[in-house]
Each structure stands twice: as structure tokens, then as C-alpha cells.
Nanobody, 114 residues
Framework: QVQLVESRGGLVQPGGSLRLSCAASGFTFSNYGMSWYRQAPGRERELVAQITRFSYSTNYANSVKGRFTISRDDEQNTVSLQMNNLKPEDTAVYYC???????WGQGTQVTVSS
């Protein structure tokens, strides 16, 4: 059974940091690229960051470049998203995904507000 389980998000003040993690199981994690998406109220789900197999390369949405970092640990079958200098517009539900397999996590709420 495939599972992608995100860590709990939370409420963060503008300028703050938060690290999301996603634990994967039920498939050969190291063989697949992984991604983080987000969806804000009333908006389409958007790609935030992606990382290829073996961490060969990463890619980020322009809105998060220089602030967010995606990484993976193929020993622990986890993918993480370090989010720094958070802004109110980063408020969204964040989803971990293995897009090529169409596997998605349940999502975790991140709220950036003072």
C-alpha cells in the first residue's frame, strides 16, 4: 500500500521558517522524482519544488526560489521542504507527491500570519 505522509504544518509569523517532511512507503522511493505542491484557497494547485532521482537536480517555482529548499533522503525514504523567510502568500495546503506515479499525500496546512 502506497503512503505519502506529510509532517504537521502550522502557523508561522512572516519571516519565519518551517520544515515539512514526507515519509514514503509502499514503492521504491529512490527510483522516482518527488515534488511538493501547494494549493491556496480559491487557487489552482501549483508546483512548488521538485527533485529528481538521486538528487541530480532540483527545480523551484519562481515565487519560492532562494527561500525554499527541497531535499531527499533515500535511506529514510523521506523528502523534505525547508521554507525560510515565509510570506503571507505562502499560506496554503502543502502536498507531497510522486507525480509520475500519481501518488499524493493528504496535505498539511501552512499558515503565515502575524
Amino acid at each position: 500500500q502506497v503512503q505519502l505522509v506529510e509532517s504537521r504544518g502550522g502557523l508561522v509569523q512572516p519571516g519565519g521558517s518551517l520544515r515539512l517532511s514526507c515519509a514514503a512507503s509502499g514503492f521504491t522511493f529512490s527510483n522516482y522524482g518527488m515534488s511538493w505542491y501547494r494549493q491556496a484557497p480559491g487557487r489552482e494547485r501549483e508546483l512548488v519544488a521538485q527533485i529528481t532521482r538521486f538528487s541530480y537536480s532540483t527545480n523551484y517555482a519562481n515565487s519560492v526560489k532562494g527561500r525554499f529548499t527541497i531535499s531527499r533522503d533515500d535511506e529514510q525514504n523521506t523528502v523534505s521542504l525547508q521554507m525560510n523567510n515565509l510570506k503571507p502568500e505562502d499560506t496554503a495546503v502543502y502536498y507531497c507527491a510522486a507525480p509520475s506515479l500519481r501518488y499524493w499525500g493528504q496535505g498539511t496546512q501552512v499558515t503565515v500570519s502575524s
